[in-house]
């Protein structure tokens, strides 16, 4: 079949994008993905429990309630909605081709709202249907500000500059933060790692790994091992952060479009645009800084006008 406009996606920028296309009357098509970036319909919201900051809930909201609703408002305004993965898409010509699990078709334009998955380690403990998200978490910023980690002792995995900004923000809520690296000095630019090293609150475990997290129903201590002499404890910590890194969700594209030295996709200033005309892209596919289903939302918005503005210029 031939579509006007193609999603690819299933968070809030795929679904942001949809409503206001569809209110355009372009009646666009999503693909979200059928455990696209090995995550259930929905995205990253999924795999997070009380969602506190996104506007219009101030009792809070569950992450798979967010992203249902979403779903819903598309549906409500005549999004056609496939439960399917984009597998192939041939960008060297309008209209786009795209193959998905078992249907194929064109479109005159598209939106690539595809995210970011977050990197996790394989710790014993951490995993799903073990303590994940019940004092294990990916990001801080959404998490952080939760009642169970005020005035608790909490932890950041990483050496990098996300690591150092997710415990600096934790210090706010947390009694202390140990930042756990397996090496003995930070990767993080200089200036973040004097903002590491000369906060109080922040305690470095040089040459450490977590070993195994522990707990009955929420997280209550993590083993580290000590990397040099090889010598194992348990620290009491009612929070883990995992902060290694996101991999955005780019490899169909197979080169089609201009990604960075880290995989997301590069779109013009102030835009969503991407290199390829009638191509867009939104979301935490193309956003390697603010990573929130809000600003993730906006970009969708944006791409979902720009589109709209594109076929508006190329009948």
Not at 177 to 205: F, G
Not at 287 to 306: F, N, S
Request: negative net charge; charged residues 20%; contains cysteine.
């Amino acid at each position: 079949m031939s579509h006007r406009v193609l999603i690819i996606g299933s968070g809030p920028a795929a679904h942001t994008a949809a409503i206001y296309a569809a209110r355009a009357e372009l009646k666009p098509v999503l693909f979200e993905g059928f455990m696209a970036g090995g995550i259930a319909a929905g995205g990253q919201l999924t795999t997070t429990t009380d969602v506190d900051n996104f506007p219009g809930f101030p009792e809070g909201v569950m992450g798979p309630e967010l992203t249902e609703r979403f779903r819903a408002q598309s549906e409500r305004f005549g999004t056609t909605i496939h439960t399917e993965t984009i597998t192939e898409l041939d960008l060297s010509s309008r209209p786009f081709h795209f193959k998905a699990d078992s249907e194929v078709g064109t479109a005159d334009s598209i939106i690539i709202a595809t995210g970011a998955t977050a990197r996790r380690l394989d710790i014993p403990g951490t995993n799903d249907g073990e303590l994940w998200q019940r004092g294990i978490s990916a990001c801080a910023v959404c998490d952080g500000a939760l009642p169970a980690f005020r005035d608790q002792p909490l932890a950041v995995i990483g050496g990098g500059d996300s690591a150092v900004e997710e415990a600096a923000y934790l210090t706010k809520f947390g009694s202390k933060v140990y930042l756990v690296h397996r090496r003995d000095e930070l990767r993080a630019s200089k200036i973040m790692q004097q903002r590491a090293l000369h906060n109080p609150k922040i305690e470095m475990l040089w040459s450490h790994v977590v070993t195994q997290a522990k707990g009955t129903d929420f997280l209550q201590a993590m083993r580290v091992k000590d990397l040099k002499t090889d010598e194992e404890c348990d620290i009491p910590v009612a929070g883990l952060f995992f902060a290694i890194g996101h991999t955005p969700n780019t490899a169909f594209l197979n080169g089609q479009i201009d990604i960075d030295e880290q995989d997301y996709i590069i779109t013009k200033p102030d835009s969503t645009q991407t290199n390829v005309p009638g191509v867009f892209a939104a979301g935490d596919v193309q956003d390697k800084k603010w990573r929130q289903a809000i600003t993730a939302a906006g970009t969708g918005c944006m791409a979902a006008l720009e589109a709209e503005q594109f076929l508006a210029a190329n009948p």
